[in-house]
């Protein structure tokens, strides 16, 4: 009975799963392998002023390179916008035509030389061969306002720099999840599992782990319908110093309790996992997140051991992080399988016989009762034998084995 109980299994074993309409098609990811949503939203009411309200938010979460691009743009427009503007003024002047007036800013006769101004000014070069006169309050108060706009500009551009640097996105990176989840069994429960580990030294604070299985149904008219099932994850606050094993018992209520490996191979679902937590070097909170498809969910498999004690310290290796070793497990639903664990237990708890106990099974009984067994003195004479049977019912002389154990002729 054992061997056709119990099995280990895995996707590369080449198992067949017969279904009722052929072999599905392969289903996009609801969320990427590396964390990212694979959603594309169109028709966005009002889209673009939406991203200019929020442009802080904006430029952290695009491209370096479009960044780059725009920042680079913002600087040479502003020097451009107000060296035109301390051309027109020295036109307006008459400094371009007549150089033996007194200018409104010296060495600015043409529109190169405002241009190179502008940008003496914004950045603070200060090359000592061009400068502000006092003849023009219209080129003073331009001045003026370039430099606050330098200042706004220089502050932007610094901020967006240094919270997409520190975003959590890139800390994200450095906290994985194994490539597969894995089923075996637990202190006698089918558990659920996969791997979680931060790839730096430093420590992570108030690490909470999450689960939920994203089911999708498709009607024939074309809705879509997507429900989520939150998973009850054993041990959810987490410090992560080194990988921890993040374990769902599957119980009553848990959307995997009446799922058998042929259900798991024929299921179309999408589980998601989230890690929630705070680095204590900067103190951002970070989410890192994964999705295990059925085929990516290998049943009875153990993730190895990947910590070693040495004699001052712990070594860990991360090549064994998503090493998995075949385990027997039994190739039933939990639901089954804690219904025969139940009978197992009472047909072990109950007599070998629930009908009405005979005389010598009884009195046998009662003879292997430690309390109640005594030792008595027998004559020789068959008249006054006295026998610990007499005193209730009929049983013969002879010591049956406990139950179990066969009886000898």
Known sequence: MMPNQYISVSPADNITVKTENGPSLKKKRYIRKEGSCNITFRHIPEEWLLFVTDIFTTLVE?????????????????????????????????????????????????????????????????????????????????????????????????????????????????????????????DGYLCLSWRVGDFRRSHLVEGTASAQIVHFTVHPTGKIDVTHEDLVILHRDIVLVTPTTVLHQIEPGSPLYKMTLEDLRKADFELVVTFTYTDDTTGILHQTRTSYTPDEILWGHLFQEMIRAKRNHYRVDYNLFNQTAKV?????????????????????????????????????????????????????????????????????DTLSPPDGLPDEE
């Open 62 to 186: 695009i491209k370096w390179r479009i960044m780059f691009l725009m920042f680079t743009l913002s600087y040479i427009l502003s020097w451009l916008f107000f060296g035109i503007l301390f051309w027109v003024i020295a036109i307006a002047h008459g400094d371009v035509r007549d150089h033996h007036n007194d200018p409104c800013v010296y060495e600015v006769r043409s529109f190169t030389a405002a241009f190179l101004f502008s940008l003496e000014t914004q950045t603070t070069i200060g090359y000592g061969f061009r400068g502000m006169s006092e003849n023009c309050m219209s080129a003073i108060i331009l001045v003026t306002v370039q430099d606050v706009i330098s200042c706004f500009i220089d502050t932007f551009v610094i901020g967006v720099a240094v919270a997409k640097m520190a975003s959590a996105r890139k800390r994200a990176q450095t906290v994985g999840f194994s490539n597969c989840a894995v089923i075996s069994l637990r």
């Open 328 to 396: 027997h497990l039994p190739m039933l639903s939990a639901e089954e399988f804690e219904r025969k664990k139940q009978l197992q237990l009472s047909a072990r708890k109950s007599p070998r016989s629930t009908t009405k106990a005979s005389p010598r099974s009884e009195c046998h009984r009662n003879q292997l009762k430690t309390p109640s067994v005594r030792v008595e003195v027998v004559d020789d004479d068959p008249e006054t034998t006295v026998s610990t049977c007499q005193a209730g019912r009929k049983c013969l």
